[in-house]
């Protein structure tokens, strides 16, 4: 394959929402900081969103412009559309940069997308699917997609047993998983990932070797992936991209600075910050317990509650917040957060990114799962990584005040506390070890960056197949 860009040009292809957008843009700071240039193509709609210095920034069409999915109002509407507009800007994007100085020559698309790689062997590049979330949870819909795990799960197979993965109960399965009919499109899209890897040129995931290695080795005939991770900005990490602090998306506002100045005033590791992501919705009901757990607690917190989500809130819960232990807010900075020495416990929704921040940055972590992987992650904060606890919700699915508030105790203060806070120190310091120069994600980098340069397709399929020729 001729190339004019030695360094080679890779266009990194987000599923347009926070979550998706973060991660991989990550991934293409690292790459430009090897010599590789990156360009970002994302949506009209989230492209405004977007300022990171070296890296360029595309738009491609989901056909609905001016709203994105809100614009859609439907999963199977929106997809049928980003993937049927989606294709036909991509190519129009690759065919833009083809008698340039810097040709594309591989597309990073994230796996949601496995229609961006025909769109790169009809150009004859390469394409690599990024996954977004833990190498367990894509074990496991890579064995549903294979048909060796049957849908819906029977009470009889239970617990179920993969290989290197823990056994799992009906609560620690994807929610995808637990209930296939309470979001077929999102299903249908999640299985959709492993339809033509066997075309791809490398498979990233989000992760490391040290968190996950089991699991990984183990599932490498059904997904052979390559453990690229802890995408969290260098600052929080190794610190070898310089000015690295955030990850530079940002669909919302930040409001750091208020966060900051009421920390400020802080005893070390005595703050509880909660949020739970962008897309999560609780319910008036679950936000009355959080609330009134989080006052019954009588620590300080810092609350991120969506402005839309303000409502749900006690009036008179709202009221008392504005005294010394309590600080709601709409959004912030949450990797500031999470380093700031006065937070000593993350009560989260256990989203991947913000499970792989929180072991980061050595955060002990009350887990409040909601749907799809996140029930999946909370298992393994609990119980394989031991850096924190699953609140148990009751027959109603709430997590009642007197749970969150024993949780609260317990990392903050209980028996376990100390082993937690060690967990933590251990994870972080693993984590940071991955990415930094020599770690095993920093290497799989590394790999790819010198076949992307050479274009050596033999040692390009000897990658993939990690050398033994399977799949």
């Known amino acids: 394959m001729e190339q004019r860009n030695h360094g080679g040009h890779v266009v990194v292809l987000p599923y347009p929402s926070q979550g998706h957008i973060n991660p991989l843009l990550q991934f293409a700071k690292r790459l430009a900081s090897k010599g590789v240039k990156a360009t970002l193509a994302t949506t009209h709609y989230t492209v405004k969103s977007i300022c990171v210095p070296n890296i360029a920034v595309e738009p491609i069409s989901d056909g609905f412009d001016n709203g994105g999915f809100t614009q859609a109002r439907a999963e199977d509407v929106y997809l049928k559309s980003l993937r049927e507009n989606g294709s036909r800007t991509l190519?129009?994007?690759?065919?833009?940069?083809?008698?340039?100085?810097?040709?594309?020559?591989?597309?990073?698309?994230?796996?949601?997308f496995p229609w961006a790689l025909d769109v790169a062997k009809t150009h004859g590049i390469y394409g690599a699917p990024f996954f977004t979330n833990?190498?367990?949870?894509?074990?496991?819909?890579?064995?549903?997609?294979h048909g060796l795990v049957k849908l819906p799960v029977k009470v009889e197979e239970l617990p179920l047993v993969l290989p290197g993965i823990p056994p799992l109960n009906l609560v620690d399965l994807p929610s995808f998983v637990q209930a296939p009919e309470s979001y077929p499109a999102y299903l249908a899209m999640k299985l959709s990932q492993y339809s033509?890897?066997?075309?791809?040129?490398?498979?990233?995931?989000?992760?490391?070797?040290?968190?996950e290695g089991e699991a990984v080795k183990n599932v490498l005939e059904l997904w052979p992936g390559k453990m690229i991770g802890p995408m969290v900005p260098s600052?929080?990490?190794?610190?070898?991209?310089?000015?690295?602090?955030?990850?530079?998306?940002?669909?919302?506002?930040?409001?750091?600075?208020?966060?900051?100045?009421?920390?400020?005033?802080?005893?070390?590791?005595?703050?509880?910050?909660?949020?739970?992501?962008?897309?999560?919705?609780?319910?008036?009901?679950?936000?009355?317990?959080?609330?009134?757990?989080?006052?019954?607690?009588?620590?300080?917190?810092?609350?991120?509650?969506?402005?839309?989500?303000?409502?749900?809130?006690?009036?008179?819960?709202?009221?008392?917040?504005?005294?010394?232990?309590?600080?709601?807010?709409?959004?912030?900075?949450?990797?500031?957060?999470?380093?700031?020495?006065?937070?000593?416990?993350?009560?989260?929704?256990?989203?991947?990114?913000?499970?792989?921040?929180?072991?980061?940055?050595?955060?002990?972590?009350?887990?409040?799962?909601?749907?799809?992987?996140?029930?999946?992650d909370a298992k393994f904060i609990e119980e394989i990584w031991g850096v924190g606890f699953r609140a148990k919700e009751d027959e109603?699915?709430?997590?009642?005040?007197?749970?969150?508030?024993?949780?609260l105790k317990e990392v903050m203060e209980g028996e376990r506390s100390v082993e937690?806070?060690?967990?933590?120190?251990?994870?972080?310091?693993?984590?940071?070890?991955?990415?930094?120069?020599g770690g095993s994600s920093d290497k799989s980098i590394d790999e790819f960056v010198e076949q992307l340069k050479s274009g050596n397709e033999k040692g390009v399929v000897k990658y993939l197949t990690n050398g033994n020729g399977h799949y």
């Open 91 to 112: 190519s129009q994007l690759i065919e833009k940069h083809k008698n340039t100085n810097f040709p594309i020559n591989c597309v990073v698309y994230d796996s949601f």
């Open 235 to 376: 600052a929080y990490l190794d610190g070898r991209i310089e000015e690295d602090k955030g990850y530079g998306a940002s669909l919302w506002k930040p409001l750091s600075s208020d966060c900051a100045k009421w920390l400020e005033a802080k005893p070390s590791q005595s703050v509880v910050y909660v949020s739970f992501g962008s897309m999560v919705s609780l319910t008036e009901e679950q936000m009355e317990e959080m609330a009134w757990g989080l006052k019954g607690s009588n620590l300080d917190f810092i609350w991120v509650v969506r402005e839309s989500e303000i409502t749900k809130l006690p009036s008179e819960f709202t009221n008392s917040t504005a005294q010394e232990k309590g600080l709601i807010v709409t959004w912030c900075n949450q990797l500031e957060m999470l380093a700031h020495q006065a937070i000593g416990c993350f009560v989260t929704h256990c989203g991947w990114n913000s499970t792989l921040e929180g072991l980061s940055l050595g955060v002990p972590m009350v887990g409040v799962p909601k749907w799809t992987d996140q029930l999946t």
């Open 420 to 437: 937690i806070r060690k967990n933590c120190c251990k994870w972080k310091e693993l984590a940071k070890e991955a990415i930094s120069e």
């Open 134 to 145: 833990s190498a367990t949870v894509c074990a496991i819909f890579c064995h549903v997609h």
């Open 196 to 211: 033509n890897l066997d075309k791809a040129d490398w498979v990233f995931g989000n992760t490391f070797e040290e968190l």
């Open 396 to 407: 109603k699915g709430v997590v009642r005040r007197e749970e969150l508030m024993g949780c």
